[in-house]
T-cell receptor
Framework: KAGVTQTPRYLIKTRGQQVTLSCSPI?????VSWYQQTPGQGLQFLFE???????NKGNFPGRFSGRQFSNSRSEMNVSTLELGDSALYLCASSLDGTTTRGFQYFGAGTRLSVL | AQTVTQSQPEMSVQEAETVTLSCTYD???????LFWYKQPPSRQMILVIRQEAYKQQNATENRFSVNFQKAAKSFSLKISDSQLGDAAMYFC???????????FGAGTRLTVKP
């Protein structure tokens, strides 16, 4: 069974641009969560989608948004990029349910650099 | 709000020796889950071990075991017979029983010396 796939692996953008990251979950998984990882703030929860609906949201500005398609693939979008958005963005998928109980599987991440 | 604290930014251990990574957390919930994740240079987070708060017995997975002290809100990871492949960042994480908003500690970088 294929794991969680995130594309692209690396991305370089300039301030003010917008970016879209993609995440394909493990087949059969309906929940997709996104995390931002930075040296200063560590790993922070962005949001979670389940059945095409945002079910949970972390404490990030509205410039960060996401969506989920009927095949459970998810995208996250960051508009008006700032230098501080440079980070590793991790996606994780799980079957369903309100709690993963650790049974969520992570992708290798997208490294975003904002210049 | 739930917080997770890892007070050891870096740790090192000699190959074949034992090392313990510390983690404390703060929560008002009575039912929750705790995890240790490993992040090697490949960046992919890998679940090492999980503990359900309602279980008093400490979880064990081969060379990995935890010391879960619910009253003290402490959740340490012990790695026995350390191997070179254990070198990675280790994150302690908390998840409540009503949502999957997982909270992570700042991480501990483990170095294994041959």
């Amino acid at each position: 069974k294929a794991g969680v796939t995130q594309t692209p692996r690396y991305l370089i953008k300039t301030r003010g641009q917008q970016v879209t990251l993609s995440c394909s979950p493990i087949s059969g998984h309906r929940s997709v969560s996104w995390y931002q990882q930075t040296p200063g703030q560590g790993l922070q929860f962005l949001f979670e989608y389940f059945s095409e609906t945002q079910r949970n949201k972390g404490n990030f500005p509205g410039r960060f948004s996401g969506r989920q398609f009927s095949n459970s693939r998810s995208e996250m979008n960051v508009s008006t990029l700032e230098l501080g958005d440079s980070a590793l963005y991790l996606c994780a998928s799980s079957l369903d349910g309100t709690t993963t109980r650790g049974f969520q599987y992570f992708g290798a991440g997208t490294r975003l650099s904002v210049l | 709000a739930q917080t997770v604290t890892q007070s050891q930014p870096e740790m090192s251990v000699q190959e074949a020796e034992t090392v313990t990574l510390s983690c404390t957390y703060d929560t008002s919930e009575s039912d929750y889950y705790l995890f240790w994740y490993k992040q090697p240079p490949s960046r992919q987070m890998i679940l090492v071990i999980r503990q359900e708060a309602y279980k008093q017995q400490n979880a064990t997975e081969n060379r990995f075991s935890v010391n879960f002290q619910k009253a003290a809100k402490s959740f340490s990871l012990k790695i026995s017979d350390s191997q070179l492949g254990d070198a990675a960042m280790y994150f302690c994480a908390y998840e409540g029983n009503n949502n999957n908003d997982m909270r992570f500690g700042a991480g501990t970088r483990l170095t294994v010396k041959p």
